[in-house]
């Protein structure tokens, strides 16, 4: 059963703000919440979202797809994030040429574990980089992917940066036409 997908435009005195230059997409009415270029395009898909830089994924010269589980309330610390992110780098299923350290960091109760591949894109047939990140906090779990063009690393920096910067995880939205600024 596909999710339902509810995409609101907002009144014009709402108070939802990004930093500038900035969109908001908040997943499953707070679940996840982050901040992506405000010229870059969203496509909601049955498992994830896209946020591509190009109107189409042909266009496209990068994807960055965001996901998210709400988790039963229980202990998972026994259950290190760095063990969940290297089965779903392994459950990837592309040719793979080579992967980077593991990243583990904490921000307030957010636990974060993040690594980047080198694989083989099967339509080009040729090298791309996919940065995986599997967040934890608050009852929620996202999963973050980032493919990528190698020679586009620089120019996406940022972009990484300011999306893991501006994450949040259960942060309630109880009306959608009203936020505030992801702080």
Known sequence: MAARQEVYELPEHHSWTARPGHKILVLDRGAVLLEFPADWFVQPGRQQIDIRDRPTAQESTCVLA???????????????????LVSAVQGDGREYIGRGPTIQTRRGDLEFAWTEQR?????????????????????????????????????????WETMLDSLRLNAPVEDPTRGKRIE
Not at 69 to 76: F, G, I, K, N, T
Not at 123 to 150: H, K, N, T, Y
Request: glycine letters at 6%; hydrophobic letters at 40%.
């Open 119 to 159: 694989v083989v894109d099967a339509g080009e047939r040729r090298e791309a980089r996919c940065r995986m990140c599997l967040v934890r906090g608050d009852g929620v779990q996202c999963l973050i992917s980032f493919d990528f063009w190698p020679e586009d690393e620089a120019r996406l920096h940022t972009v």
């Open 66 to 84: 965001v996901s998210c589980l709400r988790l039963p309330a229980v202990d998972w610390s026994g259950l290190p994030l760095s063990q969940l």
